[in-house]
């Protein structure tokens, strides 16, 4: 007797059958396991200054596998620690987008009428304005730390998704099961968490996943200038600010960074556009 089969079930065989999509989990899943264990396979301390290894090339024998900075601290574990900042960062910084936009968009397709335009008007009149610039002024009035840091990242990016949300939960609202509830006599916080929002799971799944990488690159942005994680800390964005300034005498310092970037962000993307394919087939 074959299994059951249901939504997820057949969404994750489809994503199975999906090369790059698979092809990018493990690529996601080493790297994780890397950031947070990978330093201890190295025996330099990401901090540690070593002065006669200064700006060292990628060398095997010495232990330094991506090379040394302009300082002598070793490439491996910084950029190890630099990934884990910044992958912390962005899936926090989605997960507050998530709960903003998903609660907003659930709300606004519900009550839909005027509450729906005055709650997408706001929408709107945040989209106006420019989010970087918003996420600087933040860092700058007050303390630049991490924490900081993704609760502004955060709190501009769920724009996005509470329209998405608030255009599914819109179609959700004319179904038979809704209707039903309805009838029957269920609240408004019982439709919206019992009838709309787990049936948005799959879209906001896909969306959660194509956001990490934007949320990873405007972080990296934002250290790249400088205001956002700060020394002695390392992340992807200001190791590759750190680079860009020795480009031309010591290109790894650039490139290791620089590459564990354009993997990290390559990688959600094709998972994100196999998850989208898995869990609607019919956009394929």
């Known amino acids: 007797m ?6 997820w079930r057949d969404a994750w065989r489809r994503l199975l059958a999906n090369r790059a999509a698979v092809a990018s989990l493990v690529v996601l899943a080493v790297l994780c396991v890397l950031a947070i264990a990978g330093p201890a396979l190295s025996r330099y301390p990401p901090d540690e200054l070593d002065w006669a290894m200064m700006g060292v090339p990628p060398d095997w024998a010495s232990g330094h596998w ?14 190890l620690h630099g990934a884990r900042i910044s992958l912390a960062i962005a899936l926090l910084a989605t997960a507050v987008s998530l709960v903003i936009g998903v609660a907003w968009g659930a709300v606004a397709g519900y009550a839909a009428g005027r509450t729906d335009a005055l709650m997408m008007r706001l929408v709107d009149v945040l989209y106006a304005l420019p989010g970087v610039f918003f996420v600087i002024i933040l860092t700058v009035v007050f303390d630049r730390s991490p924490m900081l840091l993704f609760l502004a990242i955060g709190a501009v990016g769920w724009l996005t998704m509470a329209r998405v ?21 269920a609240g408004p916080s019982r439709i919206i968490l019992r009838h709309l929002v787990p049936n948005l799971a799959g879209t906001v799944v896909v969306y959660a996943t194509l956001m990490i990488p934007q949320m990873i690159l405007v972080e990296s942005f934002l250290s790249f200038l400088g205001i956002g994680i700060q020394e002695p800390l390392a992340s992807l964005g200001n190791l590759i600010a750190d680079g860009a300034a020795e ?6 310092i650039l490139l290791a960074p620089a590459g564990c970037l354009v993997v990290i962000v390559f990688c959600f993307n094709f ?14």
């Open 165 to 185: 949300v608030r255009g599914q939960a819109m179609g959700l609202m004319r179904r038979e099961f809704v209707e039903a509830a309805i009838a029957s006599g």
């Open 247 to 252: 480009m031309e005498a010591a290109p790894w």
């Open 271 to 284: 998972l994100g556009d196999g998850l989208r394919d898995a869990l609607d087939p019919r956009e394929r």
């Open 2 to 7: 074959s299994p059951p089969r249901g939504l």
């Open 66 to 79: 991506f090379g040394t900075d302009r300082l002598g601290r070793d490439l491996f574990v910084r950029t």
